[in-house]
């Protein structure tokens, strides 16, 4: 198993199908840059690739219509700590002078970004070749690709960046595919060994395109915070009514909210936020199953509602 093989394969895929999947590349400071929503549409299509990409090609994802008028992503996976937390987590801030973004993908798994953890998955991988996710309004600088090359331990020809805007389909895709990691993301927080999960699903409402990347950051994050849903096998218990969004002192705001709350500074925001709205937690050693939380539709029409007046 070889995260960064698997997610290249899709890259090149996608890259022999730019026409029907509305993307574009083009080769910056040597590495393929595949643009999937900045100046381009992107698709449905475009948003699944983007996601298996993100996740080392280790979980099934689909597309389907809610019960409550909004297009929903699932996600599943059998390798829930790895394909979540290894790969598919924004883990890796990379910056150079006044561009910024938080990189998702297995690249991170060469670069050991976060080195703790890798250590903590007792996961490592060697490749040649590497896949990096941003979710950036601009293209990356050739400076900043080569840092990164370097930081993989591979030449940049061997590098392939996939992008987006938060502002765009696929990144509405992307985002609303991260309810199974928020959960982990969660019980990591509450201090439990997510090594523990043996199987994960997530699914949430897709955000629709109403405004730019500041408006969409605010949306996008509603649909995990109150509209996700998170299924959780493992053998080994955890205290799931600490696992929802609802425990955080933020909960019932529209995002942008709580973003202005925090003078717009992330790091002063409740990490509790960043949690799934409702889980069901299945111990496959009892037989048992736990829920806890509920989806809040009305916050979400609240966040919908602002956008539009």
Same mark, same amino acid.
């Given at each position: 198993?070889?995260?960064?093989?698997?997610?290249?394969?899709?890259?090149?895929?996608?890259?022999?199908?730019?026409?029907?999947?509305?993307?574009?590349?083009?080769?910056?400071?040597?590495?393929?840059?595949?643009?999937?929503?900045?100046?381009?549409?992107?698709?449905?299509?475009?948003?699944?690739?983007?996601?298996?990409?993100?996740?080392?090609?280790?979980?099934?994802?689909?597309?389907?219509?809610?019960?409550?008028?909004?297009?929903?992503?699932?996600?599943?996976?059998?390798?829930?700590?790895?394909?979540?937390?290894?790969?598919?987590?924004?883990?890796?801030?990379?910056?150079?002078?006044?561009?910024?973004?938080?990189?998702?993908?297995?690249?991170?798994?060469?670069?050991?970004?976060?080195?703790?953890?890798?250590?903590?998955?007792?996961?490592?991988?060697?490749?040649?070749?590497?896949?990096?996710?941003?979710?950036?309004?601009?293209?990356? %600088?050739?400076?900043?690709?080569?840092?990164?090359?370097?930081?993989?331990?591979?030449?940049?020809?061997?590098?392939?960046?996939?992008?987006?805007?938060?502002?765009?389909?696929?990144?509405?895709?992307?985002?609303?595919?991260?309810?199974?990691?928020?959960?982990?993301?969660?019980?990591?927080?509450?201090?439990?060994?997510?090594?523990?999960?043996?199987?994960?699903?997530?699914?949430?409402?897709?955000?629709?395109?109403?405004?730019?990347?500041?408006?969409?950051?605010?949306?996008?994050?509603?649909?995990?915070?109150?509209?996700?849903?998170?299924?959780?096998?493992?053998?080994?218990?955890?205290?799931?009514?600490?696992?929802?969004?609802?425990?955080? %002192?933020?909960?019932?705001?529209?995002?942008?909210?709580?973003?202005?709350?925090?003078?717009?500074?992330?790091?002063?925001?409740?990490?509790?936020?960043?949690?799934?709205?409702?889980?069901?937690?299945?111990?496959?050693?009892?037989?048992?199953?736990?829920?806890?939380?509920?989806?809040?539709?009305?916050?979400?029409?609240?966040?919908?509602?602002?956008?539009?007046?």
């Amino acid at each position: 198993m070889n995260l960064n093989c698997n997610s290249v394969k899709i890259a090149k895929k996608m890259l022999k199908k730019e026409n029907k999947l509305q993307i574009s590349s083009e080769n910056i400071g040597g590495a393929t840059v595949i643009d999937c929503g900045i100046n381009v549409k992107g698709s449905l299509d475009a948003g699944i690739d983007f996601v298996k990409a993100c996740m080392g090609d280790l979980a099934e994802v689909e597309l389907f219509m809610g019960d409550n008028d909004f297009q929903h992503v699932k996600v599943s996976t059998e390798h829930p700590a790895l394909s979540c937390f290894g790969s598919q987590k924004a883990g890796w801030q990379v910056s150079e002078g006044n561009y910024f973004a938080l990189a998702s993908g297995p690249a991170r798994i060469l670069a050991k970004k976060p080195k703790e953890t890798y250590e903590n998955l007792g996961y490592s991988e060697k490749s040649d070749e590497a896949l990096l996710a941003l979710e950036a309004g601009t293209y990356p %600088p050739p400076t900043l690709i080569e840092n990164i090359a370097d930081s993989c331990n591979i030449i940049t020809d061997n590098l392939y960046i996939l992008i987006a805007k938060t502002a765009s389909i696929v990144s509405s895709i992307q985002i609303s595919a991260r309810a199974a990691e928020t959960g982990l993301f969660k019980l990591n927080y509450l201090g439990y060994d997510i090594n523990n999960i043996k199987h994960v699903s997530g699914e949430a409402p897709i955000a629709p395109i109403v405004g730019d990347d500041a408006l969409m950051m605010g949306v996008t994050n509603d649909m995990i915070i109150y509209g996700s849903i998170v299924h959780f096998k493992s053998s080994v218990d955890a205290k799931v009514d600490e696992i929802p969004s609802i425990n955080s %002192p933020g909960y019932g705001k529209p995002f942008r909210d709580i973003f202005k709350e925090a003078n717009y500074d992330f790091y002063k925001i409740d990490k509790g936020i960043f949690s799934p709205a409702k889980v069901y937690f299945n111990n496959t050693k009892t037989g048992k199953i736990t829920k806890s939380g509920s989806i809040n539709y009305e916050i979400i029409k609240r966040s919908l509602e602002a956008q539009f007046s």
